[in-house]
């Protein structure tokens, strides 16, 4: 692995299901970030972590949980699927947080019905 | 509130110069970054500005006026590989990014 990846690639869900987005980074970065973005809008921050064990809330949390168990692995879980989560996901990964350059995975493109 | 205002589309020539603006609200500053998006990909980091003035990397350059809340991307030397959207982020004073809708380029040539 080099930088960070992103699985599935794209995937069609049904409303109410349950799904985990998979992100792994092998740069050692302390951070990570989940984000959504919709066609008109900018980036908009679901979660993220400062640091392995630590997570916080980002500006559209509600309806996404995530964990941090190591450095490596930050999966994000809609717990019940609905179509306004329909959207493409990135995860972004930085050494430290803020001013740190994000770099960010190839995404992933999620359809609800 | 916070806001990053950028417009939605422009249009340029191969060869030609273009200036991408960004205007940014947000709580705090902690810097600007730009960022290139090619259609269906991420984005990759091309500039960050904390201080006022002009960055200038290769045909790339990144400009910041703290006291005007504003930014610029200029590109010189257009290429047809440049077409992409141009996506400006504040950091606020949580370190948070806070993100632009994205200029669509589009290179004509």
């Known amino acids: 692995i080099a930088g960070i990846t992103q699985a599935p690639t794209s995937q069609i869900l049904a409303a109410g299901r349950r799904m985990t987005l998979r992100c792994t980074q092998d740069?050692?970065?302390?951070?990570m970030y989940w984000y959504r973005q919709d066609l008109g809008l900018g980036l908009r921050l679901i979660h993220y972590s400062n640091t392995a064990g630590t997570t916080g809330k980002g500006e559209v949390p509600d309806g996404y949980s995530v964990s941090r168990a190591n450095t490596d692995d930050f999966p994000l879980t809609l717990a019940s699927a609905v179509p306004s989560q329909t959207s493409v996901y990135f995860c972004a990964s930085a050494q430290g947080g803020g001013t740190d350059t994000q770099y960010f995975g190839p995404g992933t493109r999620l359809t609800v019905l | 509130g916070q806001n990053i205002d950028q417009p939605t589309e422009m249009t340029a020539t191969e060869g030609a110069i273009v200036q991408i603006n960004c205007t940014y609200q947000?709580?705090?500053?902690?810097?600007l970054f730009w960022y290139q998006q090619h259609a269906g990909e991420a984005p990759t980091f091309l500039s960050y500005?904390?201080l006022d003035g002009l960055e200038e990397k290769g045909r790339f350059s990144s400009f910041l006026s703290r006291s005007k809340g504003y930014s610029y991307l200029l590109l010189k030397e257009l290429q047809m590989k440049d077409s992409a959207s141009y996506l400006c982020a504040g950091v606020d004073s949580n370190y948070q990014l806070i993100w632009g809708a994205g200029t669509k380029l589009i290179i004509k040539p």
């Open positions: 740069m050692r970065h302390n951070a």
């Open positions: 500005n904390v």
């Open positions: 947000t709580s705090g500053f902690n810097g």
